[in-house]
């Protein structure tokens, strides 16, 4: 509860040991969804098992409030995973539980962790606002400052995929006054994080460094070790837009370099690097960087509908990056028809004459040739060779 997750961590483990020699189910479900909370931003595979065992016991032995709360913790981490189908069907089933039982924060819980899945991620920003609002309502009633500044993140993020981005700046920093007195670090270093993407964003570059700094202290403080990760990402976009490609390029490269399970959105931290590394002239990086993000994105809009798809793509103004950074460092191809070795001459061919051969007519590892003369000579022997 004060956020000593590393303290509390061999507690949890010895918990769960005591609970297993004594066949005390609750309790085990109890200890292992509170570890797996305790682990979710230290190994995030940990965690994982450790909330879909408590999700099991809890509807072996019929203890349904027990089920609601770790399906909507395993659902968070599900969704930043990058699993936002899987994390969605967890919401509905919490929030089915949540409803029967009439636990009304239960309910406001899964919305507000919902909503922020709809806005970072599915861009149906309708419904994320919609969302949050109903949520936060509930937690301004009972008091609860963390989870109120909470929506308001989502609301500001709306704001920001829509172009307002004074005004999400100024939510976000409204919304951070509230939270920095409830000691919720993990809301607090995430509030920060999103502060200082939207303020690089905005090109206020000294305020992004000054927050990102207040971040890293939160994250020391309570042993955080994916956020920093994130924290790193944004900085070398800021020194990058200042004009130090050097050290936003290290920076960036260290952030790649730490990627593990539990990063959240791992295919934004590769599009930066992409535009980091295209400005420091790395090219070759840069491609690589580039058509990783764009594979780990399609991996976690797996699942959606082609209409959800679509939106995802249209609405989010990150995923819309990554998909046109990639567009310029894939080769162009067409697909044609050429005569088949041994067509026969002196007669118009037919189709049993014909195989279909997909050309790179442009490749990105063109550019890296100066001379037309030779570059046209790789071209043509690509060519060739395909057709081969």
């Given at each position: 509860e004060v956020q000593r997750v590393v303290e509390a961590i061999p507690r949890l483990d010895l918990a769960v040991e005591?609970?297993?020699?004594?066949?005390?189910?609750?309790?085990?479900?109890?200890?292992?969804?509170?570890?797996?909370?305790?682990?979710?931003?230290?190994?995030?595979?940990?965690?994982?098992?450790?909330?879909?065992?408590?999700?099991?016991?809890?509807r072996e032995i019929g203890y349904r409030h027990g089920e609601g709360v770790n399906l909507v913790n395993l659902s968070l981490l599900e969704q930043m995973l990058g699993g936002v189908v899987v994390a969605l069907d967890g919401y509905d089933r919490a929030a089915h539980i949540f409803g029967e039982l009439g636990n009304h924060r239960g309910e406001a819980m899964v919305l507000a962790n919902s909503a922020w899945a709809r806005q970072a991620i599915l861009g149906d920003h309708q419904r994320a606002v919609s969302d949050a609002t109903r949520a936060m309502?509930?937690?301004?009633?009972?008091?609860?400052?963390?989870?109120?500044?909470?929506?308001?993140?989502?609301i500001a993020g709306v704001a920001i995929d829509e172009g307002r981005h004074s005004e999400g700046i100024r939510l976000l920093e409204e919304s951070l006054v509230k939270l920095t007195t409830t000691g919720q670090l993990f809301l607090e270093a995430q509030h920060l994080r999103s502060l200082a993407l939207a303020q690089v964003n905005h090109g206020d570059l000294d305020a992004a460094l000054d927050t990102l700094d207040q971040a890293q202290r939160v994250c020391d403080e309570?042993?955080?070790?994916?956020?920093?990760?994130?924290?790193?990402?944004?900085?070398?976009?800021?020194?990058?837009?200042?004009?130090?490609?050097?050290?936003?390029?290290a920076e960036s490269r260290r952030?790649?370099?730490?990627?593990?399970?539990?990063?959240?959105?791992?295919?934004?931290?590769?599009?930066?690097?992409?535009?980091?590394?295209?400005?420091?002239?790395?090219?070759?990086?840069?491609?690589l960087a580039a058509l990783r993000a764009q594979e780990l994105l399609a991996a976690s809009l797996t699942g959606l509908t082609p209409?959800?798809?679509?939106?995802?793509?249209?609405?989010?103004?990150?995923?819309?990056?990554?998909?046109?950074?990639?567009?310029?460092?894939?080769?162009?191809?067409?697909?044609?028809?050429?005569?088949?070795?041994?067509?026969?001459?002196?007669?118009?061919l037919d189709d049993r004459d014909l195989r279909p051969v997909v050309w790179t007519v442009d490749h990105p590892d063109d550019e890296g040739i100066r001379s037309p003369i030779e570059r046209r000579r790789r071209q043509v022997l690509r060519l060739l060779e395909e057709a081969e």
């Open positions: 005591i609970y297993t020699d004594a066949g005390h189910l609750r309790g085990l479900a109890e200890a292992d969804g509170i570890r797996g909370r305790a682990l979710h931003q230290m190994d995030a595979e940990k965690a994982r098992a450790s909330m879909t065992t408590a999700v099991a016991i809890c309502r509930h937690f301004i009633e009972i008091g609860d400052r963390a989870r109120e500044a909470q929506c308001l993140e989502i309570a042993g955080f070790s994916d956020i920093p990760i994130e924290l790193s990402s944004i900085r070398a976009l800021a020194h990058n837009a200042m004009g130090a490609v050097a050290e936003a390029l952030a790649v370099a730490g990627l593990n399970a539990g990063t959240e959105r791992p295919c934004l931290i590769h599009h930066r690097h992409s535009l980091v590394a295209e400005a420091a002239g790395k090219h070759e990086e840069a491609r209409d959800a798809h679509r939106i995802a793509m249209t609405r989010v103004p990150e995923h819309r990056a990554i998909y046109e950074a990639a567009t310029r460092f894939a080769p162009s191809t067409v697909r044609t028809l050429v005569p088949a070795r041994g067509a026969p001459t002196g007669r118009s």
